[in-house]
């Protein structure tokens, strides 16, 4: 009787530092000393509803270095992806300059670009574009990037919230960007775009 004892409170002790191991390999706790203005500027974003807690935050933030890349980060001045730099742009200049472009150029000029992202993408993540099954990690990194909120579903690709209005440059980034030919269906925003060779996008 003794010995049975003896063995079940050994499995149990077992069992206890099993679940401590695993638990220490889970969590980890870490202690982070913040300067008054720092603590004073999350606490002003807490209170403004703006953030739920420190943890959220803390949290948000390593989600957006990871899916930025920061840690390619020259600060201040210098941010790369890879083999491209990025700069944070006024959309507002942005328009500026597809306002003087003719708009029966405005088509080509979007794949030119639409391809200059194409080889970005494909050299940085390894992602090959013209892929459609890896389509929504494309429209992953745009989003991240600021370009708007990209959806697909059957044989429509849906943009809300894009950076740009100009529905003829964002149907020649989609075809550069994704190696397929798209019909307009709406020329203002959100846009809405049929691809016309979805098959042969899949295969390539």
Request: some cysteine.
């Given at each position: 009787?003794?010995?049975?004892?003896?063995?079940?409170?050994?499995?149990?002790?077992?069992?206890?530092?099993?679940?401590?191991?695993?638990?220490?390999?889970?969590?980890?706790?870490?202690?982070?000393?913040?300067?008054?203005?720092?603590?004073?500027?999350?606490?002003?974003?807490?209170?403004?509803?703006?953030?739920?807690?420190?943890?959220?935050?803390?949290?948000?933030?390593?989600?957006?270095?990871?899916?930025?890349?920061?840690?390619?980060?020259?600060?201040?001045?210098?941010?790369?992806?890879?083999?491209?730099?990025?700069?944070?742009?006024?959309?507002?200049?942005?328009?500026?300059?597809?306002?003087?472009?003719?708009?029966?150029?405005?088509?080509?000029?979007?794949?030119?670009?639409?391809?200059?992202?194409?080889?970005?993408?494909?050299?940085?993540?390894?992602?090959?574009?013209?892929?459609?099954?890896?389509?929504?990690?494309?429209?992953?990194?745009?989003?991240?990037?600021?370009?708007?909120?990209?959806?697909?579903?059957?044989?429509?690709?849906?943009?809300?919230?894009?950076?740009?209005?100009?529905?003829?440059?964002?149907?020649?980034?989609?075809?550069?960007?994704?190696?397929?030919?798209?019909?307009i269906k709406t020329p203002v925003p959100?846009f809405v775009f049929e691809i016309k060779?979805?098959?042969?996008?899949?295969?390539?």
């Amino acid at each position: 009787m003794l010995k049975d004892i003896t063995i079940m409170q050994e499995d149990k002790e077992k069992k206890l530092e099993e679940m401590m191991k695993k638990s220490n390999d889970s969590a980890k706790r870490t202690t982070i000393i913040l300067e008054k203005e720092e603590r004073e500027f999350i606490d002003s974003l807490i209170r403004e509803g703006k953030e739920p807690g420190i943890k959220p935050l803390i949290s948000k933030m390593l989600d957006v270095y990871r899916s930025m890349m920061i840690y390619d980060w020259r600060f201040p001045g210098e941010y790369y992806c890879g083999i491209s730099r990025i700069a944070f742009v006024n959309v507002e200049l942005i328009n500026i300059f597809i306002q003087h472009i003719p708009k029966e150029e405005r088509r080509k000029i979007g794949r030119k670009t639409g391809e200059a992202i194409k080889i970005s993408i494909e050299t940085t993540l390894g992602i090959q574009t013209e892929n459609q099954e890896k389509w929504q990690d494309v429209f992953k990194r745009l989003r991240v990037q600021g370009f708007g909120d990209f959806y697909i579903k059957d044989k429509y690709i849906l943009i809300k919230a894009p950076f740009i209005s100009e529905s003829e440059i964002w149907a020649g980034f989609l075809e550069g960007l994704l190696g397929t030919e798209l019909d307009i269906k709406t020329p203002v925003p959100p846009f809405v775009f049929e691809i016309k060779e979805a098959d042969s996008a899949t295969n390539r």
